[in-house]
């Protein structure tokens, strides 16, 4: 099983500071190449930048708790680090199908993260195509290449689950450029309505 997306997941809930914000992300977009990506089997695209690998993984983790849909990764620059995005649908941990109440119970376990992560900004966000509300950490290790994630939350189409939809960069000389490419990817993320 590839823990890769397990591992993005836990660190986007963690516990105050940072250098970059969503909005200036959202602000300040960079040129890039890009390639849509379409699993009309789970019911949604979005676009990724062109050159990055990609596949529908499937996976069950813990039972039906999580469902890995898709995981794109960049291909390793210079010193061997990657980006990655990764689309999650995740049964309810609050056992509510309400948004606001998942965001709440999320950004509270991720108070308790023992992952040295920290928190940089949350909350409820328009960026999206639909209501969302966002957790952005960072790796408080100081260490060059360490983690930073935006992962987003919103309702899925099946009563009970969330999408998470996860930009997890390493902290380069390229991260605002690299975490702008992956949000912007993000932001094209849309429901297919079967016919």
Known sequence: MNYIPILLYLAALSSCGGDITLNQIVNNPVNFEK??????????????????????EEEDCDGENFLVMLNAA???????YIDIISIQKIKSQSKS??????????????????????LVESGETEVLN????????????????????IGFIIKSDEEGYFYH?????????????NMSMMVECLMTFEFIVKE
Do not use: C
């Open 35 to 56: 390639q849509e990506v379409s699993l009309t089997s789970e019911n949604f695209a979005l676009m990724i930048p062109s050159g990055w690998s990609w596949r529908n």
């Open 74 to 80: 960049s291909p390793a620059d210079k010193d061997g």
């Open 97 to 118: 199908n309400d948004l606001q109440t998942e965001y709440d119970h999320l950004l509270n376990l991720s108070k308790t993260n023992p992952l040295g992560m920290k």
């Open 130 to 149: 639909y209501p969302a509300y966002f957790i952005h950490t960072k790796s408080d290790s100081g260490h060059y290449g360490a983690i930073e994630n």
């Open 165 to 177: 939809l996860i930009a997890g960069a390493s902290q380069t000389d390229d991260l605002f450029k």
